[in-house]
């Protein structure tokens, strides 16, 4: 039951990929702590008496880096849910057909975002784009991003190419 | 050539089939999108925006609230927080005929405060209050079906997952939305168990009444959860206060949490990474939806559909309750085949304008809408919370949870009509906020 799985603290699937999950938990799980932290100084900050300047921006290059991460994991984890009404009901034949045109589907999501943003980051470029108050440069956080769609584009597509043969 | 609304039509039917074929929802979402985008204005200005939605989201501070609600979830699972609230519940009203489900109702409303999804809340809660409803003699169907309608309450618990995603898509404040919310989840869980005490009160076979707990054992099991429902207050309550804006109370949630697993002596790197690792996988997963949901939302905009549908609206002079009865109705039947997230972005897009050119508050939409969601998640033919309870008791025909639902879904019905006679009940909080 796919659908059902959009919710929080559902039981996770066994890890395939030890070390590469494990890589990109340190990553993610690093920019999602220095977004949480940042926040919540700035808080403590607000009600005890100080300031933490530009603590939106720290949280919001910390969140590309763990949502970019985040994406990337559930699609190395096969959690990208769906409704499986049909599908759970359907013969292996039709159901086969389904999972590849959902590989598919997922390939070519993934590969059209990375070519959008590869697009926009190319108008951008020679603006050398940073935040207002650390001045903290974005180039780097969209090509990340970039590059995290372009994994799991490639990724669906390899599982489709490796479910087509089959 | 084809006119937008047309494309809009196609394209709404084109994705409630490839929903229903099994295709991930978030990329069902963005390709209808991409694809209207491109027929509409350009292919290159369809990629423009689809790059520019799908940075701006993942680096967006006010979307920041979603994996930090997760990460506080994960963090508050990982202190042991599963059951506690059941228990707390079962020790003071579980003497009362039907008592034990009536705790499985208190149970999932404090458990669904933490984990802010109705299908974790049945899934915990029942795994814990089924066997022991079961030992005290309840009627199987009863129990199962007091467990299921429970659960729902999962969904509208602030800090709800689904009231996030709402607020994202519709643009409307988090904080109003979870202090909108805050009243229907108490009544809606008070419906609950006035129709337990009325079903035991008809037929007292279905619920006995178990044991006295003493109160050093109530006592012990309140000192149990304290530390869980402080958490949830001093987050839920600044945030409704204006202590802090969501994302800030998330921040703050997950510091404390992280407090909580010290406390309880369960701080370690082991715990805090299978945390980690299980908001980052589900929040990859809703992140693709959100991106793919904006997409759409963009696509429909672009189509003029939904001036049309307020147009259709005014010129039959329809009332807005009129109006808001066959959203109801048409959401309740889409409902039965497609689950609730799903719902929610399909229709948010096309009902939100309506509703606004009604001059219906988009707050009270977002309450309404989750609560429509809520009872999707218990009516025949898809009842996700039904089957996830049967997957834990096999030997209870889906027929019998079902058939007991029943009395459930007439409380819902109920309460939902209630809720759309007096949007106070939904608006009266925020307007206090805003004071």
Redesign the interface.
Known sequence: MSGASTGIGDTPPPAKRGWVNAFLLGIGATGMFVAMASDAIAVLGRHVGFTLPGSIEVFQVAAVIALSMAILLASLNDRHAAVDLVVGRASARTARALFLFGRLALMLTFALLCAGSIWVSADLWSTHEMTEILAIPLRPFRLFWIVCSGLAAIHFARQFLKAARQ | MIMPEAIGLIAFVLLLL???????????L??VG?AGLSIIISPEAA??????I??D?????E??VL??F??M??LC?AAGASADFFDMAARMVGHRRGGLAMASIGGSAGFGAI??????TV??VSAVALPEMRRQGYQPGFAAASLAAGGTLGSLTPPS?ALIVYGIIAEQSIGKLFGAAVIPVVTQALFYIAVIAILCHWRPSLGPAGPRATWRERGVAILHVADLSLLILFVVGGLILG??TP??AA??G??GALGILALRRRFSVAA??KA??????????????V??ALLFSTFVSVTGITDGLVGLVHATGASPILAVIVMAGILLALGS??????LMLLMTPILLPVVIGLGLSPIWFGIFLVRTMEIGFIHPP?G?NV??IQAGARDIPLGTIFRGIIPFLIGDFLHLALLIAFPAIALWLPAMQAR
């Open positions: 490839i929903l229903l074929a099994g295709i991930p929802i978030g990329a069902s963005a390709l991409i990629l423009i925006k689809t790059g520019a799908a940075f989201t993942v680096s967006r501070y979307l920041g994996p930090l997760m990460l979830a994960q699972f984990s802010g999804s109705s299908l974790a899934a915990t997952g202590w802090f994302t800030e921040s703050v997950c510091v805090i990474g980690m690792f299980e908001t980052l996988k589900t929040t990859g997963m809703i992140y693709l939806i991106i793919g085949f497609l689950d609730g997230l799903a898809l996700f089957y996830v």
